[in-house]
T-cell receptor, first 120, second 107 residues
Framework: EVQLVESGGGVERPGGSLRLSCAAT????????MNWVRQVPGKGLEWVSY????????GYVDSVKGRFTISRDNSKNTLYLQMNSLRADDTALYYC?????????????WGQGTTVIVTS | DIQMTQSPSSLSASVGDRVTITCRAS??????LGWYQQKPGKAPKLLIY???TLQSGGPSRFSGSGSGTDFTLTISSLQPDDFATYYC?????????FGQGTRLEMK
């Protein structure tokens, strides 16, 4: 079964750090680009970051540039999001999702999400 | 950055209705446009990619059209399972912005 499972969310104080992980199973992880998307409860979807299959290209939404770093370990079939200098407005449910050239880089498989709460 | 504007933000409709949601990009994105359905408490689900290609397993009542800056998602005959929130998203170049969403409610 094709599956993405996120972990690493939790409660952190402003200025703190968290590292999210996304474990991929059931498909050739290194054939796909990967993304992080977040959603504040009751609000819309916000794309956060992207990394290509090899890890040598990435992109970020402006609000997280310089604070968040996306990475991947293809030997472990795992995607990461290192989140530093956390702010209250980073509070959200964070999804990982895969994309491919086959879907014009639309995201066809999503995890169930992990919750990040930033509060003092 | 490319901005995506969806309309309407909410819509009331009845089972059997034909429903259309529009999405406009602030600059041309070719056909790098996807449509997603999200139900409460669930992850989004890809419905349409490349503006008009139905994702595998998707119901044929869903269709997409458009290219460049103007796109539409059409549900030909609304079913009870279709009441949800719909998002467009471009995948032309980062940041891959989503539209603000369209909440489809039962009339």
């Amino acid at each position: 079964e094709v599956q993405l499972v996120e972990s690493g969310g939790g409660v952190e104080r402003p200025g703190g750090s968290l590292r999210l992980s996304c474990a991929a199973t059931g498909f050739a992880f290194d054939d796909y680009g990967m993304n992080w998307v977040r959603q504040v409860p009751g609000k819309g979807l916000e794309w956060v970051s992207y990394i290509n299959w090899s890890g040598d290209r990435s992109g970020y939404v402006d609000s997280v540039k310089g604070r968040f770093t996306i990475s991947r370990d293809n030997s472990k079939n795992t995607l990461y999001l290192q989140m530093n200098s956390l702010r209250a407005d980073d509070t959200a449910l964070y999804y990982c999702a895969r994309d491919s050239s086959g879907t014009h880089y639309a995201m066809d498989v999503w995890g169930q999400g992990t919750t990040v709460i930033v509060t003092s | 950055d490319i901005q995506m504007t969806q309309s309407p933000s909410s819509l009331s409709a009845s089972v059997g209705d034909r429903v259309t949601i529009t999405c406009r990009a602030s600059q041309s994105i070719g056909n790098f446009l996807g449509w997603y359905q999200q139900k409460p408490g669930k992850a989004p689900k890809l419905l349409i990619y490349a503006a008009s290609t139905l994702q595998s397993g998707g119901p044929s009542r869903f269709s997409g059209s458009g290219s460049g800056t103007d796109f539409t998602l059409t549900i030909s005959s609304l079913q009870p399972d279709d009441f949800a929130t719909y998002y467009c998203q471009h995948s032309n170049s980062p940041p891959f912005t989503f539209g603000q969403g369209t909440r489809l409610e039962m009339k």
